[in-house]
């Protein structure tokens, strides 16, 4: 049975973590360890409760072992004593400054109950990227239609390791244009997926907690790191 005393995000109380909270997984990536490309580091996530709000959560490998069966798309959790301490991520994806962290402590189980919503998109139309009205290094969600799919590169990360990357021209009802850029797997699944002979006419993009940053000065680029893509035909 459930526990009746939920904790919403917006009463957190950063001196105690003697609390249960119901939240969704609604995005998450996993960090490799270095020299390791199959055993995770730690596997970081932005997280719902049944208002709306959202936090990002992080879980560490010691702990990992314990707890990553629980780390699944979409999945609905109960969680029991994690802490909370300030986001100092190189790029906070939420509007939160506070973050979730697991430990040895934590509890972790599986609910079927979600009330809350589905999604939350909240998007952002091209021309208010093109005029500078968002602040650069924040994320934003948008919906687009994939005018130009240009060859997938190779490129080196910073750590050294091999990568893939993708840009992709897009454009909104407006006709304001923008490109967006997309890494490793997802640059992979894009690339095959629009030069795919059978594919309908058109591919139109849903993108989630996109970070927007300006590249070369003047030149506004959405980085890509989660979203679906859907093929019509009209």
């Known amino acids: 049975m459930e ?85 100092n991520s190189t790029y906070n994806y939420i509007k939160n400054n506070q973050k979730l962290t697991f430990s040895f402590f934590t509890q972790i189980q599986k609910s079927q109950d979600w009330n809350g919503p589905k999604y939350n998109f909240s998007f952002v139309n091209f021309k208010d990227v093109v005029q500078n009205r968002i602040e650069v290094n924040t994320t934003v969600d948008f919906i687009g239609y994939v005018e130009v799919c240009f060859n997938l590169e190779d490129t080196t990360k910073k750590d050294g390791t091999k990568g893939k990357r993708l840009n992709v021209k897009l454009k909104d009802l407006e006709n304001q244009q923008i490109i967006g850029t997309l890494w490793d797997e997802f640059a992979i699944r894009m690339h095959a997926h629009f030069n795919a002979e059978n594919r309908e006419k058109y591919v139109v993009m849903v993108v989630h907690f996109d970070m927007l940053l300006i590249f070369k000065r003047d030149f506004w680029q959405l980085m890509i790191y989660n979203f679906c893509f859907l093929s019509v035909d009209f």
């Not at 939920?6 to 003697?18: A, D, F, Q, R, V």
């Not at 596997?43 to 490998?61: K, L, P, R, T, W």
């Open 3 to 87: 526990p009746q005393n939920i904790t919403m995000l917006n009463n957190l109380n950063p001196l105690s973590n003697n609390y249960t909270l119901k939240l969704k997984i609604v995005s998450l990536w996993r960090k490799m360890m270095h020299g390791c490309p199959t055993e995770t580091y730690h596997v970081d996530m932005i997280c719902m409760d049944e208002e709306g709000h959202q936090i990002q959560a992080s879980c560490m490998h010691r702990i990992l072992p314990s707890l990553q069966d629980h780390f699944k798309l979409d999945e609905c959790l109960l969680i029991t004593r994690p802490s909370l301490a300030p986001n």
